[in-house]
């Protein structure tokens, strides 16, 4: 379904002043947006038409948004909004005078939110309003009093920041001190961050003097901010303080990490130095941080004798067990086969109580395997199944467990039935996949994953989403997905979930129907595989688009939706810490790419979310993968990894079958990515597929080609 569809299919009946292509413009973004809005409301007001209250508040939200105080006032203060989105209104007015210089007039307008029916949430926004409100107008004791329940409620820096402001202008000087220096702390680099650490320092009377604990928590989370300078410049305030050995060394621990970071090598080879003369703990920290750098910059070999240092020297810190478990893990992938079962058998001695003891005991088994010692492998496999039977990782044993015993020369009436159950206990995993088609491979028949499809259910909408519907009308759809998410997180129960996330669907909410249905209907979706509460697990999302881009690029539109699940389970919506955009994660150098080769203008970044548009530049990019790579197996490693590290992995390891080659591949998020979208791309070939086109998946990587989408 496209968004102008969704859009119609929301207001499907109803008299609409704002149009889908307003509602679009409003929902990405767009620049144009306000002036859409405010032209429909003109138009609106001149016929008297039924929605000239709800044109003004989306035309007053979006004046708000530009900045321009005074415009929103004049709009929201000029009509009344319909009685369910009031309460909106009022806030949205109080913004308005906020921020146009009325405070006193902006806490009438928030208190009047308090008074009315308003939702949670939308009264937690409100009160933390006044309580700014009531300070700027110059009453301290009536802020501070709204304040302590506000920042209680939810100790955000913003509301700590207000409260403490409030606190001092009531009297409470030692309140006061206290939140300002929460914030200094928790918060050093938001700029009430800096706005406390000035209060504390200049403005507190006497003066605040940070110590060595204060000043080393402020400093690491500089550097864990990416504001490595900043952290630097806070240590540098401890040079002139008597510390004692320990101090000095997590002192000069973190100076290394900022000099690294800094690309001051040398400088930080001193602090490391300083830093292994203190207790263990922290000479143990030195010592692992040089091993990550090995291992991140590739170099392998001196990355394993760092790890293999770190067990001998530091086995009672966790340093030693991180350096354990990563000799191991180098020696698996140098090919050091039965070095690697030697390390990861000692690892499991040494340390028996690490969180990565599962992830050691299944390398342990995989050494095995590569080595051909498949009767050993097993019995690791038998001991991992002992140690955790309710582990994740259990249709991964499983599956090896069957598939070991086909490579030592089982016959099918014994591996049937073993592979059987993979696909019984996990039928939506990457195992129920391999294990279909190892079936295959030996003429057996393969049971149904599921017996029935996904089924829509025609309900009708539950009475807790009229108002994220009037609100979605209105053109608020920040407000619209808070109440739609506060509702979802008050359900409690399987029976409660279902109702509701058919209801998202009917509405178009995939990514909000899929996010219920991962809270509450795991267990009836793979458990007791009923159809009904498959539908929001795997819905055939913006369908039109989807199918429409396919066509067009001749990609298997069941794998753009796989990728799609991956990537934002379906919310349109969704940035990730990479700048990826939108349903397929698209970051925007990659889209201007692909607008250069599809010879169109470059998008703007906010364009990638878009359903239509995101949706066609994954196609593109898939189909350009599925070219160049042949297999959906290494098209979704290049998505997610790059191309580039894909045909170095099929260079490395062609020789495998699929199985093992998914094992292998070096980086842990590409492996689970890609076992997730190939087992989705088969599901989604199973249940909605006409069985004319079904998946067929090689058990050998092919070759790619050297030609072909690089980026």
Same mark, same amino acid.
């Given at each position: 379904?496209?968004?102008?569809?969704?859009?119609?299919?929301?207001?499907?009946?109803?008299?609409?002043?704002?149009?889908?292509?307003?509602?679009?413009?409003?929902?990405?973004?767009?620049?144009?947006?306000?002036?859409?809005?405010?032209?429909?409301?003109?138009?609106?007001? *001149?016929?008297?038409c039924d929605?000239?209250?709800?044109?003004?508040?989306l035309?007053?939200?979006?004046?708000?948004s530009?900045? &321009?105080?005074?415009?929103?006032?004049?709009?929201?203060?000029?009509?009344?909004?319909?009685?369910?989105?009031?309460?909106?209104?009022?806030?949205?007015?109080?913004?308005? $005078?906020?921020?146009?210089?009325?405070?006193?007039?902006?806490?009438?307008?928030f208190a009047?939110?308090?008074?009315?029916?308003a939702?949670?949430?939308?009264?937690a926004?409100?009160?933390? $309003?006044?309580?700014?409100?009531?300070?700027?107008?110059?009453?301290?004791?009536?802020?501070?009093?709204?304040l302590?329940?506000?920042?209680?409620?939810s100790?955000?820096?913003?509301?700590?920041?207000?409260?403490?402001?409030?606190?001092?202008?009531?009297?409470?000087?030692?309140?006061?001190?206290?939140?300002?220096?929460?914030?200094?702390? $928790?918060?050093? =680099?938001?700029?009430?961050?800096?706005?406390?650490?000035?209060?504390?320092?200049?403005?507190? =009377?006497?003066? !605040?003097?940070?110590?060595?604990t204060?000043r080393?928590?402020?400093?690491?989370?500089?550097?864990?901010?990416?504001?490595?300078?900043?952290?630097l410049?806070?240590? *540098?305030?401890?040079?002139?303080?008597?510390?004692?050995?320990?101090?000095?060394?997590?002192?000069?621990?973190?100076?290394? $990490?900022?000099?690294?970071?800094?690309?001051? =090598?040398?400088?930080?080879?001193?602090?490391?130095?300083?830093?292994?003369?203190?207790?263990?703990? !922290?000479?143990? &920290?030195?010592?692992?941080?040089?091993?990550?750098?090995?291992?991140?910059?590739?170099?392998?070999?001196?990355?394993?004798?760092?790890?293999?240092a770190?067990?001998?020297?530091?086995?009672?810190?966790?340093?030693?067990?991180?350096?354990? #478990?990563?000799?191991?893990?180098?020696?698996?992938?140098?090919?050091?086969?039965a %070095?690697?079962?030697?390390?990861?058998?000692?690892?499991?001695?040494?340390?028996?109580?690490?969180?990565?003891?599962?992830?050691?005991?299944?390398?342990?088994?995989?050494?095995?395997l590569?080595?051909?010692?498949?009767?050993?492998?097993?019995?690791?496999?038998?001991? /991992?199944?002992?140690?955790?039977?309710?582990?994740?990782m259990?249709?991964?044993?499983?599956y090896?467990?069957?598939?070991?015993?086909?490579?030592?020369?089982?016959?099918?009436?014994?591996?049937?039935?073993?592979?059987?159950?993979?696909?019984?206990?996990?039928?939506?995993? /990457?195992?129920?996949?391999?294990?279909?088609?190892?079936?295959?491979?030996?003429?057996?028949?393969?049971?149904?994953?599921?017996?029935?499809?996904?089924? !829509?259910?025609?309900?009708?909408?539950?009475?807790?989403?009229?108002?994220?519907?009037?609100?979605?009308?209105a053109?608020?759809?920040?407000?619209? =997905?808070?109440?739609?998410?506060?509702?979802?997180?008050?359900?409690?129960?399987?029976?409660?979930?279902?109702? #509701?996330?058919?209801?998202?669907?009917?509405?178009?909410?995939?990514?909000?129907?899929?996010?219920?249905?991962?809270?509450?209907?795991?267990?009836?979706?793979?458990?007791?595989?009923?159809?009904?509460?498959?539908?929001? /697990?795997?819905?055939?999302?913006?369908?039109?688009?989807?199918?429409?881009?396919?066509?067009?690029?001749?990609v298997?539109?069941?794998?753009?939706?796989?990728?799609?699940?991956?990537e934002?389970?379906?919310?349109?919506?969704?940035?990730?810490?990479?700048?990826?955009?939108?349903?397929m994660?698209?970051?925007?150098?990659?889209?201007?790419?692909?607008?250069?080769?599809?010879?169109?203008?470059?998008?703007?970044?906010? %364009?990638?979310?878009?359903?239509?548009? @995101?949706?066609?530049?994954?196609?593109?990019y898939?189909?350009?993968?599925?070219?160049?790579?042949?297999?959906?197996?290494?098209?979704?490693?290049?998505? @997610?990894?790059?191309p580039?590290?894909?045909?170095?992995?099929?260079q490395?390891?062609?020789?495998?079958?699929?199985?093992? #080659?998914?094992?292998?591949?070096p980086?842990?998020?590409?492996?689970?990515?890609?076992? &997730?979208?190939?087992?989705?791309?088969?599901?989604?070939?199973?249940?909605?597929?006409?069985?004319?086109?079904?998946?067929?998946?090689?058990?050998?990587?092919?070759?790619?080609?050297?030609?072909?989408?690089?980026?």
């Open positions: 379904m496209s968004w102008s569809g969704w859009v119609a299919g929301v207001v499907a009946g109803m008299s609409l002043g704002q149009s889908p292509t307003a509602l679009e413009a409003v929902r990405l973004h767009k620049p144009d947006a306000a002036a859409l809005a405010r032209a429909e409301l003109t138009a609106c007001a *001149a016929k008297k929605d000239v209250g709800r044109l003004a508040l035309a007053g939200t979006l004046a708000l530009d900045g &321009q105080a005074a415009e929103a006032r004049e709009l929201l203060a000029a009509w009344p909004a319909p009685p369910l989105l009031a309460p909106y209104h009022a806030f949205y007015l109080g913004q308005a $005078r906020f921020y146009a210089g009325d405070a006193a007039g902006a806490a009438e307008d009047r939110v308090l008074e009315s029916k939702p949670a949430e939308l009264a926004r409100a009160r933390a $309003r006044l309580g700014e409100s009531l300070l700027k107008a110059g009453k301290p004791q009536d802020a501070a009093q709204v302590e329940a506000a920042a209680k409620a100790p955000t820096v913003e509301l700590l920041y207000q409260r403490a402001l409030a606190r001092g202008g009531s009297g409470n000087r030692a309140g006061q001190r206290a939140d300002m220096m929460t914030v200094a702390l $928790r918060f050093p =680099t938001h700029p009430y961050g800096n706005e406390a650490m000035a209060w504390l320092t200049e403005g507190s =009377t006497p003066p !605040v003097k940070l110590g060595y204060e080393t928590t402020r400093a690491d989370r500089f550097l864990d901010a990416g504001a490595t300078q900043r952290g410049d806070e240590l *540098a305030t401890l040079d002139k303080v008597k510390l004692d050995k320990e101090q000095a060394a997590r002192v000069a621990l973190l100076r290394a $990490r900022a000099w690294f970071a800094l690309g001051r =090598t040398e400088d930080a080879e001193k602090a490391l130095a300083l830093a292994r003369k203190g207790p263990a703990a !922290v000479a143990a &920290q030195a010592d692992l941080l040089v091993a990550r750098r090995a291992l991140k910059s590739d170099d392998n070999a001196k990355a394993r004798t760092l790890m293999a770190l067990d001998k020297k530091y086995p009672s810190q966790p340093a030693g067990d991180e350096g354990a #478990f990563f000799a191991g893990w180098l020696d698996l992938q140098a090919g050091r086969f %070095d690697a079962v030697q390390a990861f058998t000692a690892f499991e001695t040494r340390y028996p109580r690490s969180r990565r003891r599962d992830e050691g005991m299944w390398f342990r088994a995989l050494a095995h590569r080595q051909e010692e498949y009767a050993k492998a097993r019995a690791a496999l038998d001991a /991992f199944l002992t140690a955790y039977p309710k582990s994740n259990g249709p991964q044993a499983r090896w467990m069957a598939r070991s015993r086909e490579l030592d020369g089982a016959k099918a009436d014994t591996l049937g039935p073993a592979y059987e159950a993979v696909i019984t206990s996990a039928p939506a995993s /990457f195992y129920a996949l391999m294990a279909n088609e190892r079936l295959k491979a030996l003429s057996l028949k393969t049971p149904a994953h599921f017996p029935q499809p996904p089924q !829509v259910l025609q309900l009708p909408r539950p009475p807790e989403l009229e108002l994220a519907v009037e609100l979605t009308r053109g608020l759809f920040r407000d619209a =997905t808070e109440e739609v998410e506060a509702h979802a997180a008050r359900l409690r129960s399987a029976d409660q979930a279902l109702p #509701f996330a058919h209801a998202l669907l009917g509405l178009g909410e995939y990514g909000h129907a899929h996010a219920v249905a991962a809270r509450h209907l795991w267990g009836r979706a793979f458990g007791a595989r009923a159809p009904e509460a498959l539908a929001p /697990f795997y819905p055939r999302a913006f369908a039109t688009a989807v199918e429409g881009a396919a066509t067009q690029h001749q298997d539109p069941y794998l753009v939706w796989a990728i799609m699940r991956r934002s389970a379906f919310r349109p919506e969704v940035m990730s810490i990479a700048d990826a955009r939108g349903l994660q698209i970051i925007p150098k990659t889209a201007n790419a692909i607008a250069e080769k599809l010879k169109e203008p470059v998008p703007a970044p906010a %364009d990638l979310f878009s359903p239509e548009r @995101n949706i066609r530049y994954g196609a593109w898939l189909s350009r993968l599925m070219e160049r790579f042949g297999h959906p197996v290494l098209a979704a490693a290049a998505y @997610n990894a790059g580039g590290s894909a045909a170095k992995w099929v490395e390891r062609s020789s495998l079958p699929l199985d093992l #080659f998914v094992e292998t591949i980086f842990k998020e590409t492996r689970g990515y890609v076992k &997730q979208v190939v087992a989705d791309l088969f599901l989604y070939h199973s249940f909605y597929g006409d069985g004319t086109g079904a998946l067929k998946l090689p058990l050998q990587v092919p070759a790619p080609s050297k030609e072909g989408v690089s980026f």
